[in-house]
């Protein structure tokens, strides 16, 4: 069975600070590992995913991620948050073509 | 490339009204998707069509009917609303199906709200 966990739905920061958004993901079978953000009334749009090369995966804005199988987690990070990153960030796995998503965490970044 | 294009943004319906929700992609993608966004929930799939001429239910398919009408386009019907099925709804599109690595694209939106 498939299902993705975020185990904060919302995250609150102060601008400039790290940012820290978890999720640990169980699949039946090697999945691959997105992170989509939406933004308030948008569509989502991909930040970043991991198809079994490195580990560590580099996203837009800043954005990273490292998938950790012997822990099944797929943290996101960015070393310095931005007024422009609050938004909700969907962890998603990706098991032969099928997307489960996270149920989401909300950013907020405080000036 | 206007890439996942719905229509419309907004709808209100009243309770046994139907109403097609119109997705279009112009990436030349075989496989198209709609899903169902709640409050506090993530994406939830609703149908697909993993190829031109083909549908299949997803995760949450009842009340809901689809048509390919072509390549690019995939459209969503409720054929009797009711206020269960206010929500938004996103459509996606990706270049194959059954794909660990493919990305899918998703469109804007349409919020829509049944009284």
């Known amino acids: 069975a498939q299902s993705v966990t975020q185990l904060d739905s919302h995250v609150s920061v102060s601008e400039g600070t790290p940012v820290l958004l978890r999720c640990n993901y169980s699949?039946?079978?090697?999945?691959?590992l997105f992170w989509y953000v939406q933004h308030p009334n948008k569509g989502l749009q991909l930040l970043l995913k991991?198809?079994?090369?490195?580990?560590l995966v580099k996203g837009i804005n800043g954005f990273e991620a490292e998938f950790k199988k012997s822990e099944t987690s797929f943290h996101l990070t960015k070393p310095s948050a931005h007024m422009s990153d609050a938004a909700e960030y969907f962890c998603?796995?990706?098991?032969?073509?099928?997307?489960?998503f996270g149920r989401g965490t909300q950013l907020t970044v405080w000036p | 490339n206007a890439g996942v294009t719905q229509t419309p943004k907004f709808q209100v319906l009243k309770t046994g009204q139907s109403m097609t929700l119109q997705c279009a992609q112009d990436m030349n993608h075989n496989s198209m998707y709609w899903y169902r966004q709640d409050p506090g929930m993530g994406l939830r799939l609703i149908y697909y069509s993993a190829s031109e001429g083909t549908t299949d239910k997803g995760e949450v398919p009842n009340g809901y009917n689809v048509s390919r009408l072509n390549k690019r386009e995939f459209s969503l019907r409720l054929e009797s609303a009711a206020p269960s099925q206010t929500s938004v709804y996103f459509c996606?599109?990706?270049?194959?199906?059954?794909?660990?690595?493919?990305?899918?694209?998703f469109g804007p939106g349409t919020r829509l709200t049944v009284l």
């Open positions: 991991y198809t079994s090369a490195a580990t």
């Open positions: 996606a599109s990706s270049p194959t199906w059954g794909s660990n690595t493919d990305t899918q694209y």
């Open positions: 998603v796995v990706n098991t032969l073509g099928r997307l489960y």
């Open positions: 699949s039946s079978y090697s999945p691959s």
